[in-house]
């Protein structure tokens, strides 16, 4: 799931690649918390503060979808553990994944509502 890899700007970024079945197994297994900026990422080994990041989340929408970027941890939480991650670099591709993803949250959401 995670590897090294030396960044261009001379710091270490560790991959993050996972696999879900579905975007709501997406949301419940492994990030709790996914907005157009960035998400929260259960972790029982969260990384440090700074550590820059390569995502990779492969869903099953309509097809399946890879959303990649570079992120950066900006805080750890012990309760549930894991980390925010900041996306600093997202392809335009990917930015339209989040926005769709986080709209068809927002109909489940209001529809459960009723």
């Given at each position: 799931?995670?590897?090294?890899?030396?960044?261009?700007?001379?710091?270490?970024?560790?991959?993050?690649?996972?696999?879900?079945?579905?975007?709501?197994?997406?949301?419940?297994?492994?990030?709790?918390?996914?907005s157009a900026t960035g998400a929260f990422i259960k972790s029982e080994h969260p990384?440090?503060?700074?550590?820059?990041?390569?995502?990779?989340?492969?869903?099953?929408?309509?097809?399946?979808?890879?959303?990649?970027?570079?992120?950066?941890?900006?805080?750890?939480?012990?309760?549930?553990?894991?980390?925010?991650?900041?996306?600093?670099?997202?392809?335009?591709?990917?930015?339209?994944?989040?926005?769709?993803?986080?709209?068809?949250?927002?109909?489940?959401?209001?529809?459960?509502?009723?």
């Amino acid at each position: 799931m995670e590897d090294k890899r030396e960044d261009k700007r001379g710091g270490e970024r560790v991959t993050i690649n996972k696999e879900f079945e579905s975007f709501d197994a997406f949301i419940q297994e492994y990030v709790t918390n996914i907005s157009a900026t960035g998400a929260f990422i259960k972790s029982e080994h969260p990384l440090e503060i700074g550590t820059r990041v390569n995502l990779r989340f492969t869903v099953i929408m309509d097809d399946i979808e890879t959303i990649e970027g570079i992120g950066e941890v900006v805080r750890v939480e012990k309760d549930p553990p894991g980390m925010g991650v900041v996306f600093r670099e997202l392809s335009s591709y990917s930015k339209g994944l989040i926005e769709k993803l986080l709209t068809q949250r927002a109909v489940i959401l209001t529809s459960t509502k009723v």
